[in-house]
């Protein structure tokens, strides 16, 4: 199948591209995903791109670009969400340590010692609460604002601390009460926005909910009956993802304290909004110590090796037309990840 040509980087830096990118076309080319975009940027090789298969395959044909528009899903948490939230901590308008209802007074506003009142930012931050790992918000009503209080005035169950939607549900209502506006009226930052042009997007799922193949509009169900969230929502192109993690290794040299935050380890596996590598994580088993990554549903990735000054993004439609199928996204990830993590 006929790819859309790269740009111009290192011979070292391309071979190891090159050989990253035969694994995604042979996915591609299996039927296992309708298509992707490749990126990697390294601050002392260059940095290229490539394009393969299809961005969409219903109800109509359309070939994949570089410049095609993805629904980046959970990068939301790490994109958007998680630098607004340490950059308002740096500026001292929030403290990381403070419960969320320093912010968010009405939160489970019923019970004075609910477990809920207790919790904070950062463990938000670190999924380390016990909110359920999902949940369909959605199912219980249309109206944004009333779903809005169903999260805060719900008796959540008490479980094991893990990954959850919740905590970046009530982090991004705690940026819409200190920026006095919704989620979808906040910049998302240059060549990002919470929707995209449908003739210049990747198709996601065919939704029983909503009835028709989703294209430029958010895939997450819970997103859309919030209208905006701090879990998902945000749209971008294959550039726009790296410039922002080339941004990140550039200002990494200089210490920048919102950065260190990002790679600071709160547990095993995660540091503030990301995850560390570790073990069996969607980097691979290559990556450097120092990396963090973190992934999305709709098939996107994006993964930050500060030791080696490397960053590359896996962005797929894999969940088109439909996710009820085995795409083998987990072991493409980790198989991509660790042919661009080769010892130089």
Request: a negative charge; charged letters at 20%; one cysteine or more.
């Amino acid at each position: 199948m006929a790819t859309k040509q790269p740009q111009h980087c290192d011979g070292e830096l391309q071979q190891q591209f090159d050989s990253a990118f035969t694994l995604l076309e042979s996915a591609v080319d299996n039927g296992r995903i309708p298509g992707g975009v490749l990126g990697v940027t390294d601050l002392k090789l260059g940095c290229t791109a490539r394009a393969i298969g299809m961005a969409a395959l219903k109800p109509d044909k359309r070939e994949m670009q570089l410049d095609t528009w993805f629904d980046l899903a959970s990068l939301t948490k790490v994109l958007f969400t998680t630098p607004r939230i340490l950059a308002l901590h740096h500026a001292g308008r929030i403290d990381l340590d403070a419960p969320l209802t320093s912010v968010i007074p009405d939160l489970h506003q019923q019970v004075p010692d609910a477990w809920q009142r207790q919790i904070t930012f950062r463990q938000c931050l670190g999924h380390q609460t016990a909110f359920p790992g999902v949940f369909p918000l959605y199912t219980y009503g249309l109206e944004p604002q009333l779903l809005r209080h169903f999260v805060l005035q719900r008796d959540w169950p008490v479980g094991a601390a893990g990954y959850s939607d919740i905590n970046f549900i009530l982090l991004g209502i705690a940026l819409e009460r200190l920026e006095g506006k919704p989620i979808r009226a906040q910049d998302p930052g240059p060549g990002f926005a919470f929707a995209a042009d449908p003739q210049h997007a990747a198709a996601t799922e065919y939704c029983p909910w909503r009835q028709r193949i989703l294209c430029g509009e958010v895939h997450d169900e819970n997103c859309a009956a919030l209208e905006g969230g701090g879990h998902a929502g945000l749209f971008g192109s294959i550039t726009a993802v790296m410039n922002q993690a080339e941004e990140w290794l550039r200002r990494a040299q200089t210490e920048h304290p919102i950065v260190g935050l990002m790679r600071q380890p709160l547990s095993d596996t995660r540091t503030h909004g990301w995850e560390r590598a570790h073990v069996g994580w969607s980097g691979g088993d290559r990556t450097s110590p120092a990396t963090i990554g973190h992934t999305g549903f709709t098939g996107t990735g994006l993964w930050i090796d500060f030791e080696n000054q490397r960053a590359w993004s896996l962005l797929t439609n894999r969940v088109h037309p439909s996710r009820h199928v085995d795409t083998g996204i987990a072991e493409l990830r980790r198989a991509i990840g660790d042919a661009l993590s080769a010892v130089r």
